[in-house]
T-cell receptor, first 111, second 119 residues
Framework: GEDVEQSLFLSVREGDSSVINCTYTDSSSTYLYWYKQEPGAGLQLLTYIFSNMDMKQDQRLTVLLNKKDKHLSLRIADTQTGDSAIYFCAAADNYGQNFVFGPGTRLSVLP | GAVVSQHPSWVICKSGTSVKIECRSLDFQATTMFWYRQFPKQSLMLMATSNEGSKATYEQGVEKDKFLINHASLTLSTLTVTSAHPEDSSFYIC???????????????FGPGTRLTVL
């Protein structure tokens, strides 16, 4: 089955860029998502990318996909203290189901 | 659009009692709903998938007699934790997906979660 891995922690200074990395194992995963979870809250969809895309940009967020290496990254430009949260990478099949989540990366933004 | 709510947002109960958690899609019809469990500082683990009007499909290792799921309508699914014990304490999150064009069909929309504490 699919296995999704992420680094567990990342600290950056306010105003810097953050890059959160994710790897997955199932090359047939069609949808790759980034979710944000703030303390005690549910998941907020940030962005997602289809497996036939290399890059997607949405305001401060840039998603890069290297399908050959099964590597996904999320770049947050001009990181703010409000970006401090846990970021989950998830992979899903071509029906958008069977979500497999990574362990989450805890982003801390230092003033 | 595409809002999913859960009720209650938190619940504390005594060991041995049953607890029902509701998940509602507020502005769209959810053809499929999912229930996840999240332990502290861990990722989400899928418990079960339910389609409206059908029996839920449980993931391996999830006791279907303990975690009763009902998806009675296109906007409501319930998870009942029966005879809850302290080890059932967790954060339960539901999500909903629609195959109708009213919302993005490529993703699941997540509820805010319900924190269950069993004493």
């Amino acid at each position: 089955g699919e296995d999704v891995e992420q680094s567990l922690f990342l600290s950056v200074r306010e105003g810097d860029s953050s890059v959160i990395n994710c790897t997955y194992t199932d090359s047939s995963s069609t949808y790759l998502y980034w979710y944000k979870q703030e303390p005690g809250a549910g998941l907020q969809l940030l962005t997602y990318i289809f497996s036939n895309m290399d890059m997607k940009q949405d305001q401060r967020l840039t998603v890069l996909l290297n399908k050959k290496d099964k590597h996904l990254s999320l770049r947050i430009a001009d990181t703010q203290t409000g970006d401090s949260a846990i970021y989950f990478c998830a992979a899903a099949d071509n029906y958008g189901q069977n979500f497999v989540f990574g362990p989450g990366t805890r982003l801390s933004v230092l003033p | 659009g595409a809002v999913v709510s859960q009720h209650p947002s938190w619940v504390i109960c005594k060991s041995g009692t049953s607890v029902k958690i509701e998940c509602r899609s507020l502005d769209f019809q959810a053809t499929t709903m999912f229930w996840y469990r999240q332990f502290p500082k861990q990722s989400l683990m899928l418990m079960a998938t339910s389609n409206e009007g059908s029996k839920a499909t449980y993931e391996q290792g999830v006791e279907k007699d303990k975690f009763l799921i009902n998806h009675a309508s296109l906007t409501l699914s319930t998870l009942t934790v029966t005879s809850a014990h302290p080890e059932d304490s967790s954060f339960y999150i539901c999500s909903a997906r629609s195959l109708r064009s009213e919302v993005n069909t490529d993703t699941q929309y997540f509820g805010p979660g319900t924190r269950l504490t069993v004493l």
